[in-house]
């Protein structure tokens, strides 16, 4: 059974850090595109960065270039977003997916993509 968990998430002051972890059981994450997407209240779901299946390909999203790097560790079977210089409107559940489809290519749209995490909840504030 395929199966995404996210962790890291928390509390935070702006300017600060944090690293989301996406870990995943029934399937390696090296033979799937990820994407991290997230979604504040009231709001829609956006993605936020993506690493295809071969790792050649990354993407982010205009809030999150020059702040957040996106990762694999194939050996732990793991995907990481590291999060720098945050903002209070990072404030969000982030979610991590996984896409079947997808092959050397990346996305940020949601329906790209087949397998979700729970979320773990991002909040940045003083």
């Known amino acids: 059974q395929v199966q995404l968990v996210e962790s890291g998430g928390g509390l935070v002051q702006p300017g600060g850090s944090l690293r989301l972890s996406c870990a995943a059981s029934?399937?390696?994450?090296?033979?799937?595109?990820i994407g991290w997407f997230r979604q504040a209240p009231g709001e829609e779901r956006e993605g936020v960065s993506c690493?295809?299946?071969?790792?050649?390909?990354?993407y982010h999203a205009d809030s999150a270039k020059g702040r957040f790097t996106i990762s694999r560790d194939n050996a732990k079977n793991t995907v990481y977003l590291q999060m720098n210089r945050l903002k209070p409107e990072d404030t969000a559940v982030y979610f991590c997916?996984?896409?079947?489809?997808?092959?050397?290519?990346?996305?940020?749209?949601?329906?790209?993509?087949?397998?979700w995490g729970q979320g773990t909840q991002v909040t940045v504030s003083s």
């Open positions: 997916a996984a896409s079947l489809t997808l092959f050397r290519q990346c996305s940020l749209r949601t329906s790209d993509f087949d397998s």
């Open positions: 029934g399937f390696t994450l090296d033979s799937s595109t």
């Open positions: 690493i295809s299946n071969s790792g050649g390909n990354i």
